[in-house]
């Protein structure tokens, strides 16, 4: 069953667990744990705690979303923490007069600590010390559903229910809480029993919120879903007869617009929803957005550019989304150029304070940089195509700058404007690269051949020099190794015997810390396990993973790390570092950390928290195969 469209961003939001304990002490403090509007909220974090993900922080920051009464956006607040000891503190001060609830997590680099997986949360209260509106259906919504903005929650439907039979008892008015109420009943499948909940409280309902335009059209699609359709449709054209302009005329044209396959059609209705009912900003841009694509769509590009440069709150990448079908079909390159230059330039032009107030900073700057990529790529891809190869190198080089020559498209592309441009050193340099760091294709290793040749006179010694190149490369790559000793350990396998470090020397060796409770460590495990797939025949290559400062022990907690283990599809060979002596000896920052262990026992390469996947097998493929050949 569909959730009705007025239900907020609820599709996106899970489960809440407050607090965490520790064998060393409690790992987070929230005091107060309910705090009023306009309180400081003082938030320790312990990194010596058994299972703190953070361990060994150099700087750490609190990140707390402030979920606000309904209709608001949620407010990201990012504060640097300050170290005494093991504790890192931090203040926040509830500045938004309309805060809820707030939701926390710890952030070191790529390591984030969120425990778990099942959050903390703190619960806003009035003066008074009472519950207010929307707090507890916040409560809820995090309880009910899987992930919200970054923060994973673990479920608990139950405990969902209970805090709305909470609020609607407070605020009867909240016809949000009923929303959700509902929706929990009757999904993931309707039964007889939900249905039949709905249907009789549909009725008080109904007299309950008949004067509220705003939770009409959410009771209509309720009729929808309960098989009342006829009465649905028949209290709709009363309403709109009432009230042409309301709520309910709006989601009725909407409901039309949606069905509506011909894209011509559709565009009409749109127009036409835009022109009769005045939207909030967010929500006029979504509609604007979907108008833009479906001019796109039919090939009407210029009323596409109108209503993109109409609006200062549209998304600058849709010019590249505009651009791409005229470049591609010679529609118009030179205006196709033109119009990203003007997205380029806002782009260039964003400053901070436009950021969304609930998108951590590190993470907007990473989008509007790969934004600008985008963009430039496009706009050289217009320029080679009306033969003006200089401007094209200029845009490409930019986009594999900020790409960090990762991207293979662009790397593609430079090379071949380079070719263009006859700078064939230039072009045989970039192929070098891009073949020696394994960020090319077929296409890639075409241009290159084709640049050597240039240069050379012909692809002798073409092979002798890629060859070099990757040699090159693994010196480069060697030149940044860590060169520490790994500390001698011996630890208990899950699978039974003993595992020591002495006994694997003469192997690289790949060594992953973790934690069952860490949620994190469960994505990064998985990839880690691909690269032990690809290896593990290998006679001179060993992998090992390190569970820590877990909260079971015993059978208990060789009971609970298998289950988690085969979750995970992981088979590498697993120590228990049960007194957290081995990953001290490491000093390792936070779970998951992986190592890179040469053949002689000395630590060259190491992973700290885990983003990326791809990039990760990307890594410790690169670092084994260089560390096989020494």
């Known amino acids: 069953m569909r959730v009705p469209r007025i239900f907020p961003v609820l599709a996106l939001i899970t489960a809440l667990v407050t607090g965490s304990q520790s064998l060393h002490g409690q790992l987070v403090s929230i005091v107060p744990q309910n705090p009023r509007i306009h309180d400081s909220v003082k938030i320790n974090y312990n990194a010596g705690a058994q299972n703190a993900a953070i361990r060994r922080p150099a700087a750490l920051t609190l990140r707390t979303?402030?979920?606000?009464?309904?209709?608001?956006?949620?407010?990201?607040?990012?504060?640097?923490?300050?170290?005494?000891?093991?504790?890192?503190?931090?203040?926040?001060?509830?500045?938004?007069?309309?805060?809820?609830?707030?939701?926390?997590?710890?952030?070191?680099?790529?390591?984030?600590?969120?425990?778990?997986?099942?959050?903390?949360?703190?619960?806003?209260?009035?003066?008074?010390?009472?519950?207010?509106?929307?707090?507890?259906?916040?409560?809820?919504?995090?309880?009910?559903?899987?992930?919200?903005?970054?923060?994973?929650?673990?479920?608990?439907?139950?405990?969902?229910?209970?805090?709305?039979?909470?609020?609607?008892?407070?605020?009867?008015?909240?016809?949000?809480?009923?929303?959700?109420?509902?929706?929990?009943?009757?999904?993931?499948?309707?039964?007889?029993?939900?249905?039949?909940?709905?249907?009789?409280e549909l009725v008080n309902a109904l007299k309950q919120f008949r004067r509220n335009d705003d939770a009409l059209p959410t009771l209509l699609v309720w009729f929808d879903q309960v098989g009342e359709k006829k009465k649905a449709d028949s209290l709709r054209t009363v309403f709109i007869a009432e009230n042409p302009k309301g709520k309910v005329a709006a989601s009725t044209r909407l409901m039309g617009l949606s069905v509506e396959k011909d894209p011509a059609k559709k565009i009409k209705l749109l127009e036409q929803h835009l022109s009769d009912f005045p939207l909030k900003s967010e929500e006029a841009t979504a509609d604007r957005r979907q108008l833009v694509m479906l001019y796109i769509q039919t090939g009407d590009y210029d009323k596409a550019y109108a209503v993109l440069k109409s609006s200062s709150t549209n998304d600058p990448a849709l010019y590249k989304n505009l651009a791409v079908p005229m470049i591609a079909k010679g529609?118009?390159?030179?205006?196709?150029?033109?119009?990203?230059?003007?997205?380029?330039?806002?782009?260039?032009?964003?400053?901070?304070?436009?950021?969304?107030?609930?998108?951590?900073?590190?993470?907007?700057?990473?989008?509007?940089?790969?934004?600008?990529?985008?963009?430039?790529?496009?706009?050289?891809?217009?320029?080679?195509?009306?033969?003006?190869?200089?401007?094209?190198?200029?845009?490409?080089?930019?986009?594999?700058?900020?790409?960090?020559?990762?991207?293979?498209?662009?790397?593609?592309?430079?090379?071949?404007?380079?070719?263009?441009?006859?700078?064939?050193?230039?072009?045989?340099?970039?192929?070098?690269?891009?073949?020696?760091?394994?960020?090319?294709?077929?296409k890639i290793v075409e241009k290159f051949k084709a640049a050597y040749s240039k240069v050379h006179g012909s692809l002798n010694g073409y092979d002798k020099a890629v060859q070099e190149a990757r040699i090159a490369e693994q010196s480069r790559l060697m030149k940044d190794a860590l060169s520490t000793p790994a500390p001698e350990f011996s630890l208990r396998s899950v699978e039974g015997g003993q595992l020591k470090l002495e006994e694997l020397r003469g192997k690289v060796l790949v060594v992953t810390f973790w934690a069952t409770w860490c949620g994190t460590s469960r994505e990064a495990l998985p990839q880690v396990q691909k690269v032990f797939e690809a290896y593990q025949y290998y006679r001179t290559v060993s992998f090992l993973t390190i569970n820590t400062a877990e909260n079971a022990a015993g059978a208990a907690r060789d009971t609970l790390i298998k289950k988690s283990m085969t979750g995970m599809k992981c088979t590498i060979p697993t120590g228990l570092d049960e007194t957290a002596g081995v990953e001290e000896k490491f000093g390792i920052e936070g779970v998951p950390t992986t190592y890179v262990i040469d053949r002689n026992g000395t630590i060259r390469f190491k992973h700290v928290g885990f983003k990326d996947g791809n990039e990760l097998v990307k890594d410790l493929t690169k670092e084994i195969e260089v560390l096989l050949k020494r």
């Open 331 to 442: 529609a118009g390159e030179e205006k196709a150029a033109s119009w990203l230059s003007e997205g380029i330039d806002a782009v260039r032009k964003q400053e901070e304070s436009s950021k969304p107030a609930s998108l951590p900073l590190e993470d907007w700057k990473r989008a509007r940089s790969a934004t600008l990529a985008a963009l430039l790529q496009t706009r050289g891809q217009a320029y080679s195509k009306l033969g003006k190869h200089d401007a094209a190198e200029k845009d490409f080089a930019e986009a594999y700058v900020l790409t960090r020559g990762t991207d293979l498209s662009v790397n593609f592309n430079l090379i071949e404007a380079l070719l263009a441009t006859n700078k064939y050193q230039k072009a045989e340099e970039l192929g070098f690269a891009s073949v020696s760091k394994g960020n090319s294709n077929l």
């Open 65 to 200: 979303l402030v979920l606000r009464d309904l209709g608001s956006q949620a407010v990201l607040v990012e504060t640097p923490m300050e170290k005494s000891g093991n504790i890192w503190k931090a203040t926040v001060s509830l500045k938004q007069d309309d805060a809820r609830y707030l939701v926390h997590e710890f952030v070191s680099g790529d390591l984030k600590d969120d425990n778990g997986g099942k959050g903390w949360g703190t619960l806003v209260v009035g003066p008074d010390g009472k519950s207010l509106r929307a707090g507890r259906y916040w409560r809820a919504a995090l309880l009910a559903f899987g992930g919200y903005m970054g923060y994973k929650f673990e479920k608990n439907v139950a405990a969902a229910k209970s805090e709305l039979v909470t609020e609607r008892k407070l605020f009867p008015e909240d016809y949000s809480a009923v929303n959700l109420a509902w929706y929990l009943e009757t999904n993931p499948a309707p039964t007889k029993a939900g249905t039949a909940l709905v249907k009789r």
